[in-house]
Structures are given as C-alpha cells and as structure tokens.
C-alpha cells in the first residue's frame, strides 16, 4: 500500500513539473525567428518527455534496478544476518554453490519441471485457445471459467491439490479406482487398481507438481493464444478452404504459423516462470523439501539458504547462478526462433 501511494505521489509531481515546463516552453510562446533558432539551439530541447517518465524511472531504478546490484554484491560477500562484518569473498559463493550437490538437486529437480510444466501446459493452453475459438454461444461463461484458476493464490491451490492428491480419500484415487474398475467391467484384463502416493514417493512428486501447476496456469496462456487467433485475418481460412484445405491443414498452414511471435512470447515467460518456482514445493511439503528431496527447487533452496540458514550471500549467489541458467534458455529459445523465420524467408 505505501508503495502505491509513492508511485501515485511520483506521477502527481511528474505531471505537475512537465505542465509547468510545457507552460514555459519555446512552443507555447510567440515564434522565434530563425536566425534566433540559430544563435539559440537549445531552446528546442523538450524536457516534457523525460519529465513524464521521471515517476518510473525512480520507482525502476530504486525497487528493481538497486535491489538487483545490491544482491549481486551480496553475493560477493560472506553475508550471515547475525554477523557484524560481511567480508568480500569473491566468487567462493558461487565456487561453494557449484560444488554443492543439494544445489545440483535442486537444479535437476527445477529442469525437469521446466520439461514437464512448459511444452504441455503450452499445448494445452493452445487446444483450450482453438476450442474456445470456434465457440460461438457461452464462449465468454467458458472463459471465465478457464482462466478463473489464475487468478487463485498458489497456496490455495496448493492446499486444495493437497486433499486431491490424498492417497486414501482423495478424489483423483477414486476417479481412477472407478475408472479402472468400468473397464475391468467390460472385460479388459486389467490389474486391480491400487492407490498412487502422489506426494509420497519420489517419482510421482514433480509430476503431480506439474499436473498442479498446469492447471493453475494453463488459462493465462490462453488467453495470449486466443488473442493471436483473433488478430488472424477471415481471409487467410477463407482462401484455404477455398484451396480444399481441411481443418488441420488450415490449422497447419494458417493458425500455427501467424501464431509464432504468440507462441515465442508463451514459452519465454513459462521457461521464466517455471524456473521460479517455489510456492508449490514451499506449500505441500516441508522446506526439506519433500521425500528424497524430490521437491527441492532452486528457487526453494535459495530461499531455505538465504532466510532459513541466514546465508545471504550463499542464497544470493544461488539466485545469480539460477539467472544465468534462465538468460542461456531464453538467448537460445530466441536464436532458435529467428533462425526457423530467417530459414522460411530465404526460401
């Protein structure tokens, strides 16, 4: 809240200084000759523009651009809480951090995530985005429903997926045991069912977090596609199917190829925010994190570092390491992009 009323304060101010200069600027009086524009070039310096984007400039520069130099410097030192002298360290955190293997865990445990979270929460934001597309009666009710877990706080979705996951009572056990139990019905020679412990054994806990997060997220990209798929002219499906193409082939050659800068955008910010992930681990199991630490993420082990163990510069040092991996991803998803763009064109 103190925040919002600094910003607000910053912007007033912004705005008030910019109306005055605007007031007293060379355009607003009487022309000036132009052998006066000569002697006199600096009276075309506009400082409205700089004035106007003064508010932003310091709410960046001392809530996003200081804390991040401020971390990387942390990082530099032997940073404890309780310690009265942070000595310069220099890389030794992030010596110590690689040669950690918790850290290594953490990070194996984070990618594949990433590989579960990021290709099929995209795929099935894309097929909610290519159903809600063709829907022309409840499409805005339908909407709103897909996309209304979004809008939930992480802990809440994480306690309810909790009772979900419950290996005795929980619901996705005994759709399944009904499920398997129809089809024994029919006559498949199928294994008596028996309960998965989702949250208890090590092979099962990153899916069932993936499943989770999935559909926590899957409405936000759908959102993102569903606009791409409308900013799509008629004309491109109406000389498709003019042509005799079918459904998936206007989709292969129209929709997905006029989705791409969509599609680039999706990927990027679900590499960026599966990376981070924290308030799924945090939520259903203990900052230990989880049986075998299956659980354990790099965001997680940053946090149990840095205010659990009061390692600041370790814990810092861990969220640069994790902000390198996330740059290499993002260059390289980018650079694989433009050069599929660059190949189509040059053909």
């Excluded at 995530?113 to 063709?134: D, E, I, K, Q, T």
């Excluded at 997060?213 to 798929?229: D, H, P, Q, R, T």
């Excluded at 998936?248 to 990927?267: A, I």
């Amino acid at each position: 809240m103190r925040g919002f009323w600094i910003s607000g304060a910053l912007w007033a101010f912004g705005f008030w200084i910019a109306d005055k200069v605007k007031g007293t600027h060379p355009d607003n009086r009487r022309p000036l000759s132009a052998q006066s524009k000569i002697q006199n070039p600096k009276s075309k310096i506009d400082f409205a523009g700089p004035l106007f984007a003064l508010p932003h400039l310091v709410l960046f520069t001392v809530f996003l651009l200081a804390p991040i130099l401020f971390g990387f410097y942390i990082s530099l030192h032997g940073w404890h809480v309780l310690a009265k002298a942070h000595p310069l360290v220099g890389l030794a955190n992030y010596r110590a951090a690689l040669a950690d293997d918790i850290f290594w865990i953490a990070l194996r445990n984070t990618a594949y995530f990433v590989v579960l979270v990021v290709p099929c929460g995209n795929l099935v934001s894309l097929l909610l985005a290519l159903g809600l597309a063709g829907l022309r009666r409840f499409s805005t009710f339908y909407k709103v429903v897909y996309y209304l877990p979004v809008v939930i706080s992480i802990a809440v979705v994480a306690v309810l997926w909790r009772w979900l996951y419950n290996t005795e009572v929980g619901l996705l056990n005994l759709y399944l045991q009904r499920m398997v139990n129809a089809l024994r019905g029919l006559g498949l020679p199928l294994p008596a069912f028996q309960p998965i412990p989702w949250l208890a054994r090590p092979e099962w806990v990153m899916p069932s977090i993936a499943l989770m997060s999935i559909w926590w997220g899957a409405g936000g990209n759908m959102v993102l596609y569903l606009a791409g798929i409308h900013n799509i002219p008629d004309d491109y499906y109406e000389a498709a199917t003019l042509d005799g193409a079918n459904g998936w082939q206007r989709f292969w050659s129209v929709t997905w190829p006029l989705l791409r800068p969509t599609t680039l955008f999706c990927l990027v910010f679900s590499v960026l925010g599966a990376f981070q992930i924290f308030g799924q681990s945090y939520v259903l199991f203990a900052p230990g994190s989880g049986p075998a630490r299956s659980a354990l993420t790099l965001a997680l082990y940053m946090y149990t570092q840095g205010f659990g163990q009061h390692e600041m510069g370790y814990g810092a040092a861990v969220a640069y390491l994790l902000f390198a991996v996330v740059l290499v991803l993002t260059v390289i998803q980018f650079r694989l992009l433009s050069e599929r763009d660059d190949r189509k064109l040059t053909r």
